[in-house]
């Protein structure tokens, strides 16, 4: 009897252990792809700052030039 | 009965152990193929896209061998054939009708003909070849007289809302990652640029200081060239702001970044 309700008992925590919580780990995935996403499009804006301000002093250095 | 039990039971262990073996075999392929499957989709996309691009481009015209029909192809080759059908059946019930009331065979025979004539005029004035295939004038191809008729390319419906996997995460921390370092790159190139402005602007300065020596230059001149050097001064040192911020930034994600991917780990 001690034999089948330790078992009983091994079954159980297996169960419980494979039995994963995959909607919470789904909603964890999104937010993380979500963030991820939400950190390319900030690069985005950081590098196309850069670039304008390049262009700016470019244009400027252009004139400075012909000066 | 004990040892019963204890079989029955390992049977159990045994048949779940490989039920969950198995579930997870499945799961790690459908992650791997997952990026191929968005491949696919991407190309059937496009080709749908060029599809749509082409027929709106043409402005939805298409000809059948005599006129020309405007609108959207499907709707209008639609209508033209169910118009056809319609009449068509029409005149045989009409001549059917004739057909029983007379049961002289030389009547009935010139009937028939003119059933025969007058569908063969409606054949022709919406010939079916013309509701099966969709032909555009405007275009190239056709002017060598061929017409080709277009095929719409099938799009395999609701793929695309998969559900999120480790690997879409980890593919696009990696591409998020590539992409720090071309900007990383980027931003070496525009310290160099620094540099070169800022030896262009102290020249500019000599010059500018010789010319003032020489008295060559007027009040204006000497204050409108002064103010050119201080608005580029003013742009290399907001560059530099932006650059410092940037690089800033950039470590700021990269961190997150790797956080993301050991959380993943762990």
Redesign the interface.
């Known amino acids: 009897m001690k034999?089948?309700s330790k078992?009983?008992f091994a079954?159980l925590l297996?169960t419980v252990l494979?039995c994963r919580d995959t909607a919470k780990e789904?909603a964890e995935?999104?937010a993380?792809?979500e963030?991820?996403?939400a950190?390319?499009q900030?690069?985005e804006s950081?590098?196309n700052?850069?670039e304008t301000?390049?262009q700016?002093?470019?244009e400027?250095?252009e004139?400075?030039?012909s000066? | 009965m004990?040892n019963n039990?204890?079989k029955f039971?390992l049977a159990?262990?045994l048949v779940?152990g490989m039920a969950?073996t198995q579930a997870q075999d499945k799961a790690t392929e459908i992650k791997k193929e997952t990026p191929k499957a968005k491949n696919e989709i991407e190309k059937v996309k496009d080709q749908k896209s060029d599809f749509d691009d082409k027929v709106d481009a043409k402005g939805g015209t298409f000809t059948d061998a005599a006129s020309t029909m405007k609108g959207k192809p499907g709707q209008e080759k639609g209508n033209a054939s169910k118009e056809n059908m319609d009449e068509m059946r029409k005149l045989r019930l009409e001549y059917s009708e004739k057909l029983k009331a007379t049961k002289d065979p030389k009547e009935q025979a010139a009937i028939k003909a003119e059933m025969e004539e007058k569908m063969e005029k409606i054949k022709k004035t919406n010939p079916p070849v013309a509701a099966e295939t969709v032909t555009n004038t405007s275009s190239d191809e056709n002017k060598g007289g061929g017409t080709k008729p277009m095929e719409k390319p099938k799009v395999t419906p609701n793929v695309t809302k998969g559900?999120?996997?480790?690997a879409?995460?980890d593919e696009?921390?990696a591409?998020?990652k590539e992409?720090?370092e071309k900007?990383r790159n980027?931003?070496a190139v525009?310290k160099e640029?620094l540099v070169k402005?800022n030896a262009?602007?102290e020249d500019?300065r000599a010059?500018?200081a010789k010319e003032k020596e020489e008295g060559n230059l007027t009040k204006g001149d000497i204050i409108s060239?002064e103010a050119?050097?201080n608005?580029?001064e003013a742009?290399?040192k907001?560059?530099e702001a932006?650059?410092k911020?940037?690089e800033t930034?950039?470590d700021e994600?990269e961190s997150?970044?790797s956080d993301?991917s050991k959380?993943q780990k762990q």
């Open positions: 034999i089948i078992l009983l079954f297996v494979s789904e995935l999104n993380t792809l963030e991820v996403e950190i390319d900030e690069l950081i590098s700052e850069v301000n390049a700016e002093l470019e400027t250095l004139e400075l030039d000066l | 004990k039990i204890l039971v159990f262990f779940f969950n559900k999120p996997t480790v879409m995460k696009k921390i591409t998020a992409k720090i900007e980027d931003l525009k640029m402005a262009k602007i500019a010059r500018l060239k050119k050097i608005a580029a742009k290399v907001r560059l932006a650059i911020a940037a930034k950039y994600k997150k970044l993301f959380d």
